[in-house]
């Protein structure tokens, strides 16, 4: 039996599209039917369905396809626990189009570099903009618990729930506005979008 490429998307909210993760995926060879996908679950939560069924899929020789390692994992641990797996199973990872071979040596080395790289840049962003945040509070562009938002700082709240970095509990505390808020401020943006689009159109 020939060597088969698995894909494997993920965004971490349910407001996130997977059509680039998908044509990206295609583009590298994966057949449709061979991509499997875990839609608004984080990278750090390991109990995704669709990733297990992609890994289920993979027999030895097999290559597993992402476009970035922070679709796969979002942390060290989580990144070696996959590699391990990969490795006992004797499953290669190609990560947008680079091959690494987990039970060589040099790819396992480069496989938990990439993974630390990818971890501290999560660790990084997550820093800036809480310090961002105190700023702003400091400066009084942030009104601790009040719950209406102005425009920028709804945008900006939306713009941190679809970066998939934050939770929506974690946005509201950073803004000091409730979950519901959250949620409005969501829609809001949403049906901004709809009706932009559909004024758009009827303007063509």
């Known amino acids: 039996m020939s060597a088969l490429l698995i894909g494997y998307a993920r965004c971490s ?21 061979r991509i499997y996908v875990d839609h608004g679950l984080t990278g750090t939560n390991r109990e995704r369905p669709g990733l297990r069924e992609a890994l ?17 994992a979002r942390s060290v641990l ?7 797996e990969l ?3 004797q499953i290669s ?6 091959v690494y071979d987990p039970t060589d040596a040099v790819g396992r080395l ?9 971890e501290f840049e999560s660790d990084l962003i ?6 961002g945040m105190k700023v702003a509070r400091a400066k009084g562009r942030l009104r601790g618990k009040q719950p209406k938002l102005n425009r920028r700082q709804e945008a900006h709240l939306v713009s941190l729930v679809h970066s998939g970095q934050y939770s929506i509990l974690e946005v509201g505390e950073l803004f000091g506005v ?27």
């Open 126 to 131: 997550r820093l800036r903009t809480r310090e």
């Open 13 to 33: 909210t349910d407001q996130q599209d997977l059509t680039a993760q998908r044509d990206a995926l295609l583009g590298f060879g994966v057949e449709p039917e």
């Open 178 to 204: 409730g979950r519901s808020t959250v949620y409005r401020a969501i829609e809001r943006q949403r049906t901004a979008a709809e009706t932009d689009l559909a004024e758009s159109t009827s303007r063509r």
């Open 87 to 89: 490795t006992a199973r």
């Open 56 to 72: 289920a899929a993979g027999r030895a020789g097999d290559t597993l396809v992402v476009t970035k390692l922070d679709r796969l």
């Open 93 to 98: 990872l190609s990560l947008g189009g680079a």
């Open 78 to 84: 989580d990144a070696r626990a996959i590699a391990d």
């Open 110 to 118: 480069l496989f938990n570099v990439l993974a630390m790289v990818a």
